[in-house]
């Protein structure tokens, strides 16, 4: 495991969930040009929904979501109206012209809503977008929402998969991000979907955490491995106190360092491999049957801002405050301000504030990017066969950091560019390399370990 390397390269730099970046988006794109995104969609067109709720009923101090706590239960009714309001607008600017293979509710705590509202929800979105027989739908579950009503509520509108934050079982770690949990409220969540047919469980655990240790991971890991989940997310924690204040609220003496956080990492990943789970990516992990476990194998793995994924679409729309969209043309994101995204989708209107319209270069180092982090591999003759003359700085890019690698991260094999095995977990600074926007910008990201 190497420690002195994981501590060395500790420097901060994107998860990669998109290139360019978020920070780097720019209000030239804005609710003009996102009406133009949506009116160019054609007949045929697959798409994914993504539908953003803005509200938990706690705030958890590890989170960098875009959300905001409240008791009251009259702000989610407000920003239900909103959310309807702009999946009519939408809906009626692709008239028909895209067919939705996935949606992904996420916040914030969709598990918030009422159950009356989600089935709501669900009768809406399906009343205005023509949904393909066999569409995803997935929903991010907060254990500590639900109850019998939510659960029926979840399979009233078709969820096919359910991901249940965890974060880490232990107490100790529970309390000092505000996140108390039992492992039985879990299972309970967990048998409760199953048993009301829903076909896929992922978990989400954290490392890297306020007093989590090597020890503390794998008993959570042990724990979590007894719920037999589908698949498993395991990500480091993003501590960025000066995006999201209520991470001060965790002292950082409490956090392990780089070569700690690695520490942990690997042997989480140990265990998960041993338990019979395939590696897909850097950080998830799968049942051989599972199908983003078939997608890696295949050379079909995507990513985007849920991270690793099987879905192929090329069009995200994002529904909701803060929520991104990608189409062919670039990014576009809403307003994060609940309130301002309120007033924008009145009327008929959009929130879109700001964006990205995709250079050529944006093209090729995106692909590349994605290659990267989901096959630790990429062809430079494909990159050349896909995007033509405006590969070629690209690849010599590539050479540049196989010929400069000193660490055994990166290397070139013929027509092939790929990341070492002792490499893949440092994935994300390899792919820094490849980002032309890093260097220029004034951003702040998370560890890359």
């Not at 495991?1 to 969930?17: C, D, I, S």
């Not at 939510?150 to 399979?155: C, H, I």
């Not at 799968?286 to 793995?301: H, N, Q, W």
Request: hydrophobic residues 40%; glycine residues 8%.
């Amino acid at each position: 495991m190497r420690p002195q390397l994981a501590a060395r390269l500790g420097e901060n730099v994107p998860r990669y969930t998109s290139y360019p970046t978020a920070p780097h988006f720019h209000a030239g794109v804005d609710a003009a040009v996102y009406r133009g995104w949506l009116e160019a969609l054609e007949n045929g067109d697959e798409i994914s929904l993504y539908l953003h709720i803005p509200y938990c009923d706690r705030l958890c101090w590890f989170c960098a979501c875009h959300t905001k706590q409240t008791r009251q239960y009259g702000p989610v009714t407000a920003y239900l109206r909103s959310l309807h309001a702009e999946i009519a607008t939408v809906a009626r600017l692709v008239s028909g012209k895209g067919r939705v293979r996935a949606v992904h509710f996420g916040g914030g705590s969709p598990t918030m809503l009422n159950p009356e509202d989600m089935m709501a929800l669900g009768t809406v979105l399906r009343d205005s977008f023509d949904f393909l027989a066999d569409a995803k739908i997935s929903v991010e579950i907060d254990p500590n929402d639900m109850d019998e009503a939510r659960l029926d509520s979840l399979a009233e509108i078709g969820m096919t998969r359910a991901s249940l934050g965890v974060q880490d079982f232990d107490p100790r770690v529970q309390k000092a991000i505000n996140r108390e949990q039992s492992f039985l409220q879990t299972k309970a969540v967990v048998d409760g979907v199953r048993s009301r047919g829903v076909g896929s469980v992922n978990l989400d655990l954290l490392y890297g955490l306020p007093h989590q240790t090597r020890e503390s991971v794998c008993s959570t890991v042990a724990q979590a491995l007894t719920l037999e989940p589908d698949r498993m997310a395991l990500f480091g924690y993003a501590h960025v106190p000066w995006f999201k204040k209520h991470q001060t609220m965790i002292d950082e003496a409490w956090l392990p360092g780089p070569a700690e956080r690695f520490a942990q990492s690997q042997i989480a990943a140990c265990l998960m491999l041993n338990a019979g789970y395939e590696a897909v990516g850097f950080d998830h992990f799968a049942k051989p049957s599972d199908a983003l476990a078939v997608a890696s194998r295949g050379g079909a793995l995507h990513r985007n801002f849920q991270g690793y994924t099987e879905d192929r679409c090329e069009t995200l729309i994002g529904l909701g405050p803060s929520s991104i969209g990608r189409f062919r043309q670039g990014y576009v994101q809403n307003m994060p301000s609940t309130a301002e995204y309120g007033r924008m989708v009145a009327n008929g209107g959009l929130a879109a504030v700001r964006g990205i319209t995709f250079s050529d270069d944006d093209r090729v180092r995106g692909w590349v990017i994605e290659r990267l982090m989901c096959d630790f591999a990429f062809s430079g003759r494909e990159a050349i066969a896909r995007f033509g003359n405006a590969a070629v700085s690209v690849i010599g890019d590539a050479v540049a950091v196989a010929r400069a690698d000193q660490d055994g991260l990166f290397e070139r094999s013929g027509d092939v560019f790929l990341v070492t095995d002792s490499g893949r977990p440092f994935v994300r600074s390899v792919a820094a390399k490849f980002d032309h926007y890093l260097a220029v910008g004034q951003a702040r990201h998370s560890a890359a370990v």
